[in-house]
Nanobody, 115 residues
Framework: QVQLVESGGGLVQEGGSLRLSCAASGSMFSDYRMGWFRQAPGKQRELVADITSSGTANYADSVKGRFTISRDNAKNTVYLRMNSLKPEDTAVYYC?????????WGQGTQVTVSS
């Protein structure tokens, strides 16, 4: 059973930056398109960005130009570099595979952006 562990969140001021990491146990990581999702209080979980196994990335319009997704298949890890953070980016951030049934969700990492 794959386990996902997200880290790197925190409290930052508007305009600041954070780098999130998501480590996946198991050997199947490199086979899958991976995504970063976020869930703000009272809202549904939404896709922020995803990346193919070969490194092609896609972004939600709300983060395009500010966030960068990347992955290291040798380390079974996917990253999310977040720049120019806005208060509306405040949420719990999760990672998971895309296009197939998700692995069990990790605990997520809280990102809070103060204005």
């Amino acid at each position: 059973q794959v386990q996902l562990v997200e880290s790197g969140g925190g409290l930052v001021q508007e305009g600041g930056s954070l780098r999130l990491s998501c480590a996946a146990s198991g050997s199947m990581f490199s086979d899958y398109r991976m995504g970063w999702f976020r869930q703000a209080p009272g809202k549904q979980r939404e896709l922020v960005a995803d990346i193919t196994s070969s490194g092609t990335a896609n972004y939600a319009d709300s983060v395009k130009g500010r966030f960068t997704i990347s992955r290291d298949n040798a380390k079974n890890t996917v990253y999310l570099r977040m720049n120019s953070l806005k208060p509306e980016d405040t949420a719990v951030y999760y990672c998971n595979r895309r296009w197939v049934s998700p692995w069990p969700w990790g605990q997520g990492t809280q990102v809070t952006v103060s204005s």
